[in-house]
């Protein structure tokens, strides 16, 4: 039985704002529902007798300190901005739609 069906592929891909064709909704539900397949065998497997494991590497990730520097001001900050509006920066609205 498919765990996904085209309509759930068709709001999913209303939510992330996606134009699908047909077809891809049709080729998509398909491959997400193989994907969910897949899922599932793995979680069927019984692990009750595996130990638990962290990460094998034991490399040491390298950082500098972190040391308290004085930051721009919002002055600086807006100086070189193309447009700014109360004090933010102004930027072109990107979705079509009011926030």
Same mark, same amino acid.
Do not use: W, Y
């Given at each position: 039985?498919?765990? =996904?069906?085209?309509?759930? $592929? @068709?709001?999913?891909? *209303?939510?992330? #704002? ?10 998509? @539900?398909? !491959? %997400?529902?193989? =994907?969910? /397949?897949?899922?599932? #065998? $793995? &979680?069927?497997?019984?692990?009750? /007798? $595996? *130990? ?5 590497? *034991?490399?040491?990730?390298?950082? #500098?300190?972190?040391?308290? !520097?004085?930051?721009?001001? &919002? +002055? !600086?900050? %807006?100086?070189? @901005? ?5 004090? #933010?920066?102004?930027?072109? &609205? =990107?979705?079509?739609? +009011? &926030?």
């Amino acid at each position: 039985m498919s765990q =996904i069906s085209r309509d759930d $592929v @068709a709001r999913l891909a *209303k939510l992330a #704002r996606l134009a699908l064709t047909d077809g891809e909704l049709d080729h998509f @539900a398909g !491959q %997400l529902d193989a =994907i969910l /397949g897949h899922v599932s #065998r $793995v &979680q069927a497997v019984d692990v009750s /007798g $595996v *130990k638990a494991t962290d990460n094998p590497l *034991k490399d040491v990730n390298v950082t #500098r300190p972190d040391a308290v !520097q004085r930051g721009l001001s &919002q +002055e !600086q900050a %807006l100086a070189e @901005a193309p447009s700014a509006v109360d004090g #933010r920066f102004a930027v072109p &609205q =990107i979705l079509g739609e +009011e &926030q």
